[in-house]
């Protein structure tokens, strides 16, 4: 699978998922741990969305640096792929903590699946639509009535936003097969993406900068790149959880920092990824305030507040995504951070 594919599979993946592939997820190989083999330490592991890049740096610079064992952590990480569904492996046991988000965490609130997310280390989700340059398709509101190469995946997210918002309708749906070259073809095409991954492919293979509209500056907001865990782990053993998310937010206050330690172990991880790549990536964290915007500016990245998950929750309900009778305060704990 290539790097432009994995969020749309990921983020909004469906909770079914085959015995034969949890077992498979659920050995070593796609992991990586560096802490000492000390008894003293407790094992956890947590499970990513996808294969390693920048936008797990934190969690690989704690390992790098040392900042999981300095919390008596022997931490591995599990990468993700197309095929594993995290709320199942969690679930499973097969692993501690998951990388989720919000709309994720309210469907297994709304399916009753024990899970609660614990840390929201990304404030903006990264999901955007892109078009080309000089064709009128400059704002999320020019683009209603106009084709969209979107998954059908993403029905169950944000697409039911801009349908309520912007008034798009489903006859305006074109099949996306993550690629760019689609889109690259047609002047007059739009495309999902995300903002780390696929304006970089665009320019580097079409030779110009697109135009970007980021969902999450439109006013759908969910946490991204969260901490899950289950409400047992949370209720029998919080002194382990609470080291995770410190240990975790301080791994990636240093990888803003100095990226280089955890770059490193992601490319040892997935030897697909490029130092160009994992720079670009950094950079538009950085400047689209994708971890230190909101909440975090003040509460320190992981924060999350009651108000922000409800406000999602209602844009949410608006757009038909989620039952309004959903206990949206049963997918989160503000407990261990702020």
Not at 161 to 176: C, E, I, M, S, V
Not at 308 to 318: A, L, M, Y
Request: charged share 20%; hydrophobic share 35%.
């Amino acid at each position: 699978m290539n790097y432009i594919n994995r969020r749309q599979f990921l983020q909004y993946s469906s909770l079914a998922i085959s015995t034969s592939i949890l077992t498979s997820c659920a050995t070593p190989d796609n992991s990586n741990s560096t802490a000492k083999n000390n008894k003293n330490l407790d094992k956890v592991t947590y499970g990513t969305n996808w294969y390693a890049q920048a936008e797990h740096g934190g969690f690989y610079q704690a390992i790098a640096t040392g900042i999981y064992e300095d919390y008596g952590l022997d931490v591995t990480i599990k990468m993700g792929n197309a095929q594993v569904n995290g709320t199942q492996l969690l679930v499973g046991g097969a692993i501690d903590f998951y990388m989720g988000s919000s709309i994720e965490a309210i469907n297994s609130v709304q399916t009753g699946i024990p899970t609660i997310t614990i840390a929201a280390i990304f404030q903006k989700d990264p999901q955007v639509l892109i078009a080309h340059p000089g064709t009128g398709n400059d704002s999320l509101e020019q683009l209603k009535g106009k084709p969209i190469l979107i998954s059908s995946l993403a029905d169950k997210g944000y697409w039911q936003f801009l349908k309520a918002k912007f008034g798009y309708t489903d006859d305006q749906k074109r099949p996306y097969n993550f690629s760019v070259a689609p889109f690259l073809l047609d002047k007059n095409s739009i495309q999902q993406g995300y903002l780390t991954s696929e304006p970089f492919t665009i320019q580097k293979k079409g030779g110009f900068e697109p135009v970007v509209m980021l969902l999450a500056d439109a006013g759908y907001k969910p946490y991204a790149t969260t901490i899950e865990t289950t409400t047992k782990m949370v209720e029998e053993n919080p002194d382990l959880v609470q080291r995770f998310v410190d240990a975790s937010i301080k791994g990636w206050y240093s990888y803003l920092e100095n990226p280089e330690p955890a770059n490193q172990l992601i490319k040892k991880d997935n030897p697909e990824m490029t130092d160009e790549l994992l720079a670009y990536s950094l950079e538009k964290m950085k400047e689209y305030g994708i971890i230190t915007s909101g909440d975090a500016v003040t509460k320190g990245i992981g924060a999350m507040t009651d108000e922000r998950w409800k406000s999602f929750f209602d844009t949410v309900v608006e757009a038909g995504a989620i039952k309004p009778d959903t206990n949206y305060k049963e997918a989160f704990t503000l407990q261990f951070i702020n």
